[in-house]
C-alpha cells in the first residue's frame, strides 16, 4: 500500500511491483470478473507501458489542447477499447452491474418499457424482466423512499430521476432516510442506493427543467456526490456507484448524453472521491465538473495560444471535495478559478472556495475566483439561457484577469 | 364492551365449567385451545371479514399480559425519566395501544418486517429488543439500541425485523412499500406490517404507496393505528372521512377493535395471509393513547378527562386480557399482580443499569455516517485514507 500511497499526485512512477501486478491482474481479469478488478488512479499512474510518454506529456508545456481521455484508455493494455456515446456507457456499467449481483435492480419512470427517457436502460427490462427494471407511477416522493426500504434489506436498487429537479420531490426521502438511517440506526442499516438522472442546463427546456441543484443535496450527512462527464468515468462512476455501500447521487448532464468517446474493453472501476486530472499545468489550477469541463477546454485552447498554461482538474466528487489532489494543484500554480454550471448563492463552487481557502489559504497568490451560472431560473430564449451559463470568453477573461 | 365479553365468557363457561376446573392447575403451561369471541365484529371494506372467534392458549394470554404488562411499565417509567430530564427531546408514549404490538407480534414471525413512525418503543420490545437498550437509548447512552445517536423517535433492531423509528409523519410508509418490494424480490414468503397514525393517513405518499403496492402485488399490509388525535387535532377536524380503512379505495380493508389483542391477533393473520396471495390490505386498529402525543404535550386540552378515564376503565387492553385470564381461572388475582410487580422490578433494574451507561465518545460523532468499504475517504488537505485491500 505505500507504493500507491507515494504515487498519489505526485509524479513518481509507480515501482516495478505494481506493474506486474497491474499485467497479471489485466491477463486474468477477463476470465474472473469476481477477484480481479482493478481501482484506476484517474491520473493513469497505474497503468504500464505509457508512463514514460506521460510524463513526458506533463513537461511539455505547448500542447494545444488537453490531453484528452483518449491516453486512459490507449494506455490500458493493449487492447483498443470500443467506441460508443455516453448513455450507452452508462448502460454497459449498469448491465455489467446487474449481471454481477442479483440484488441490484432500478426503478424510475419509463425506465422499463420505455427504454429511458434518455436511453440508459434500454434493452434491460427485456433482459432483467420487469421487477429488475420498474416502471413506477409519477411518485417521486414514494419510490424513492421504497428504494430506500428495499436498500435496507440489502437490494441495490438504482432510482432514476427523468430530471434531477423532480428528485425535489423527493427530497425528504433523499435527506432524512437515505442519508441518515445509517446513522440513527447506530450502523444497523446501510443503505447502497444510487440516485441518478440528468440534470443541467439543456437546449430551451424551460425553468423547470434547466435545474442546476447539486448543492442542494450538498449539505445532507451520509450521502455521496458524484458527477460524470465522460463516457469513460460515466461508467466507471455507475460501477463503483452501485458497489458502494453508501447512498450515492450520481448527476448526469442533459447535454453530454450524445458525447461519442472510446473507452476501454476491460472492466474498470472508478474511484468515488477522486478527481480527474485533465490537463495537467502551471499557471492557474481551474476546477470545474461536469459540462463546464468542455467549456474549460475551449478556453483552454485559447490561453494556451495566449501563452497561458492552465492545470483543469474535474473535480467528479462533488461530497466529498477531492482536496488531495485539489490541494497539490494549488500549492504548483497558487491560483484557483472554479467554474461551474451550479447557482452562485450556496453553489458547489461556493463550498469549494471555502473549503481550499481554509485549507490552502497559505499558498493562494490571488483570491479564488468562481465562475458560476447566473442566480436567475433558466429562461426560455436561446440568448438569454446562453448568458445565464458560464461561456468560454469569460473563462479566458478571468483567467487573464487571475495572472495578471 | 366489558359487560359484553363477560356474558359471552360466561355463556361459554356454562358449557365448559367442568373441563375448565380440571384445567386450573395446569395454568401456564396448558396448551390446549381456548375459543374467545372478540368484543366487536370486524367490519370489511371489498372483503370478507374473518370470524369473530379466535383461538388462543392459556399459555399465550398469559404471554400477552406479561408482555403488554412489561410494555405500560416501561412507558410510564419512561415517563418519570422525562419529567426527571433524563431523557430529553420528544417522548411520545404508547401507553394505551399495547394490544396492537403484543397482537401483532402473536400473528407473525421475526422474519416478517415492521416498520412505524416515532411511537415505537413498545413495538421495538414486541420484536425482540431489551429494556436495557430502550432506556439506555432514551438516556442517550451508549448501550442503546441505536448507540444513542438515534434517541426516542429511532429504535432499530436489525435481527428482529424491526426498520423503525421515524421522525417524518408519513415518511415511512414508502420505505414499508421498499421492504416488502425486496421481499417480493427475493420470494421468501413474508409480509412487512407498515403502521402509521391517523394523522399519517392524510399524506399523500400513503396513497402513492398504496398505488404501487396494488400495482405490483407488494406483501405489504398497511396497519392505521387509529387513535383518533394527530396530536391536538381530533380526527373528525383533520379527515372528510375517517374510515381508514375505506380510504384505499381499490385496496381491501378491515376495520379492527385495537384495544382488543386477540383481535388484533386474528386480523394480522387473516392480512398475513392475504397479502401473500392478493397483495396490500389495510388494517386500522381502533385504538386509544392515554398519554398526550408526546411528554410536551398535556392530552387534555383537546379532550377531556373524562374520556379518557372513560376509555381506560371499559378498553384498557390489559383489563381485558386480565379479565379473560381470572374468568378462565387460568391465574388468580394474585398470581396477576405478582407478574406486574415483576415487570415493575424488571424496568427498575433495567433503568438502574442503564443509567450506569456511559455516554457515547466523542469520537462517536463521526462514525456511521459512512460504511467504510469500496472507495477512498478523502477527509481534506495532505491526508488519505487508503482502504486496504481491493474485494
Redesign the interface.
Known amino acids: 500500500m505505500a507504493a500507491i500511497v507515494q504515487g498519489i499526485g505526485s509524479t513518481a512512477a509507480p515501482s516495478a511491483s505494481s506493474n506486474k501486478f497491474l499485467l497479471s491482474s489485466l491477463g486474468s481479469s477477463l476470465l474472473e470478473k469476481k477477484r480481479n478488478f482493478f481501482v484506476v488512479r484517474s491520473d493513469g499512474k497505474c497503468y504500464t507501458g505509457l508512463n514514460q510518454q506521460q510524463r513526458r506529456a506533463q513537461n511539455v508545456v505547448t500542447n494545444a489542447v488537453a490531453t484528452k481521455e483518449e491516453k486512459a484508455s490507449a494506455a490500458v493494455g493493449s487492447k483498443p477499447g470500443h467506441e460508443l456515446l455516453l448513455f450507452e456507457a452508462l448502460r454497459e456499467g449498469l448491465e455489467e452491474e446487474m449481471d454481477r449481483d442479483p440484488c441490484v435492480c432500478v426503478m424510475g419512470e419509463d425506465v422499463g418499457h420505455y427504454g429511458g427517457s434518455y436511453k440508459v436502460t434500454k434493452g434491460l427490462a427485456e433482459k432483467y424482466g420487469d421487477l429488475r427494471v420498474l416502471d413506477t407511477p409519477i411518485a417521486e416522493n414514494s419510490f424513492t423512499g421504497m428504494g430506500i426500504g428495499a436498500a435496507m434489506t440489502g437490494l441495490r436498487p438504482i432510482v432514476e430521476g427523468m430530471n434531477m429537479g423532480f428528485l425535489l420531490l423527493a427530497f425528504n426521502q433523499i435527506s432524512n432516510n437515505c442519508g441518515m438511517l445509517h446513522y440513527t440506526s447506530g450502523g444497523q442499516f446501510k443503505i447502497p442506493i444510487v440516485i441518478r438522472g440528468p440534470g443541467g442546463v439543456g437546449r430551451q427546456l424551460g425553468a423547470e427543467h434547466s435545474q442546476r441543484l447539486e448543492s442542494y443535496f450538498q449539505s445532507i450527512p451520509g450521502i455521496q456526490m458524484v458527477a460524470c462527464s465522460t463516457a469513460y468515468n460515466a461508467k466507471g462512476l455507475m460501477k463503483a456507484a452501485i458497489r458502494s455501500d453508501n447512498p450515492v447521487i450520481l448527476f448526469e448532464h442533459v447535454l453530454l448524453y450524445n458525447l461519442k468517446e472510446r473507452i476501454p474493453d476491460e472492466e474498470y472501476v472508478l474511484n468515488l472521491e477522486e478527481a480527474e486530472m485533465v490537463r495537467p499545468g502551471e499557471h492557474v489550477t481551474i476546477l470545474t465538473y461536469s459540462r463546464m469541463r468542455y467549456h474549460v477546454m475551449q478556453a483552454a485552447k485559447t490561453l494556451v495560444n495566449k501563452g497561458y498554461d492552465p492545470e483543469v482538474i474535474d473535480i467528479r466528487s462533488l461530497k466529498p471535495f477531492d482536496l488531495y489532489t485539489i490541494g497539490n494543484s494549488v500549492k504548483k500554480t497558487h491560483r484557483v478559478l472554479i467554474v461551474e454550471e451550479c447557482m452562485r448563492t450556496g453553489g458547489i463552487g461556493a463550498s469549494l472556495t471555502a473549503a481550499i481557502n481554509e485549507n490552502f489559504h497559505d499558498h493562494l497568490d490571488a483570491p479564488i475566483v468562481c465562475l458560476s451560472s447566473q442566480d436567475v431560473p433558466t429562461p426560455y430564449a436561446g440568448t438569454l439561457e446562453e448568458w445565464t451559463l458560464v461561456q468560454p470568453a469569460q473563462i479566458v477573461a478571468a483567467v487573464e484577469q487571475l495572472c495578471l | 364492551m366489558a359487560l359484553s365479553t363477560h356474558r359471552t365468557t360466561t355463556a361459554l363457561l356454562r358449557h365448559l365449567t367442568p373441563a375448565i376446573s380440571y384445567l386450573r392447575h395446569i395454568s401456564t403451561d396448558s396448551t390446549s385451545t381456548i375459543t374467545v369471541e372478540t368484543s366487536v365484529p370486524f367490519t370489511g371494506h371489498k372483503i370478507e371479514p374473518p370470524s369473530r372467534s379466535v383461538d388462543t392458549t392459556a399459555q399465550e394470554l398469559m404471554s400477552f399480559f406479561r408482555d403488554m404488562a412489561l410494555m405500560r411499565r416501561m412507558e410510564i417509567a419512561a415517563d418519570s425519566l422525562y419529567k426527571a430530564k433524563l431523557i430529553r427531546g420528544f417522548c411520545h408514549l404508547y401507553d394505551g395501544q399495547e394490544a396492537v404490538a403484543v397482537g401483532m407480534e402473536a400473528a407473525i414471525t421475526r422474519k416478517d418486517?415492521i416498520?412505524t413512525a416515532y411511537r415505537d418503543h413498545c413495538i421495538f420490545l414486541g420484536r425482540g429488543g431489551t429494556l436495557l437498550e430502550s432506556f439506555s437509548e432514551l438516556m442517550g447512552r451508549k448501550d442503546?439500541?441505536?448507540?444513542?445517536?438515534?434517541?426516542s423517535m429511532?429504535f432499530?433492531?436489525?435481527e428482529g425485523g424491526f426498520?423503525?423509528?421515524?421522525?417524518?409523519v408519513g415518511?415511512q410508509?414508502?420505505?414499508?412499500?421498499?421492504?416488502?418490494?425486496?421481499?417480493?424480490?427475493k420470494n421468501d414468503e413474508n409480509v412487512t406490517f407498515t403502521l402509521y397514525g391517523d394523522g399519517a393517513a392524510n399524506q399523500?405518499?400513503l396513497f402513492?404507496?398504496l398505488?404501487?403496492a396494488a400495482?405490483?402485488d407488494l406483501p405489504a399490509i398497511l396497519v392505521c393505528e387509529n387513535n383518533h388525535y394527530g396530536m391536538g387535532t381530533a380526527e373528525w377536524r383533520a379527515a372528510k372521512s375517517p374510515a381508514y380503512y375505506k380510504r384505499g379505495d381499490y385496496v381491501p380493508g378491515l376495520k379492527v377493535d385495537g384495544m382488543d389483542a386477540l383481535a388484533v391477533k386474528q386480523a394480522c393473520r387473516f392480512a398475513k395471509e392475504h397479502a401473500l396471495k392478493n397483495g396490500p390490505i389495510i388494517l386500522e386498529m381502533d385504538t386509544y393513547r392515554y398519554h398526550g402525543h408526546s411528554m410536551s404535550d398535556p392530552g387534555s386540552t383537546y379532550r377531556t378527562r373524562d374520556e379518557i378515564s372513560g376509555v381506560r376503565q371499559e378498553r384498557d387492553p390489559i383489563e381485558r386480557v386480565r379479565k379473560l385470564l381470572l374468568a378462565y381461572d387460568i391465574a388468580n388475582e394474585k398470581e396477576l399482580k405478582d407478574i406486574e410487580k415483576e415487570a415493575r422490578k424488571q424496568v427498575d433494574e433495567a433503568i438502574a443499569k442503564a443509567k450506569e451507561s456511559p455516554l457515547p465518545e466523542p469520537s462517536e460523532l463521526f462514525?456511521?455516517?459512512?460504511?467504510k468499504?469500496?472507495?477512498?475517504?478523502?477527509?481534506?488537505?495532505?491526508?488519505?485514507e487508503?482502504r486496504?485491500a481491493?474485494p
Open positions: 418486517c416498520i442503546g439500541c441505536s448507540k444513542g445517536k438515534g434517541g429511532h432499530y433492531k436489525k426498520y423503525g423509528g421515524h421522525g417524518i415518511a410508509i414508502p420505505l414499508g412499500c421498499g421492504l416488502a418490494f425486496a421481499q417480493k424480490y399523500g405518499q402513492e404507496a398505488n404501487m400495482l405490483w462514525t456511521n455516517v459512512y460504511v468499504g469500496y472507495g477512498v475517504e478523502s477527509f481534506g488537505a495532505d491526508r488519505k487508503i486496504a481491493l
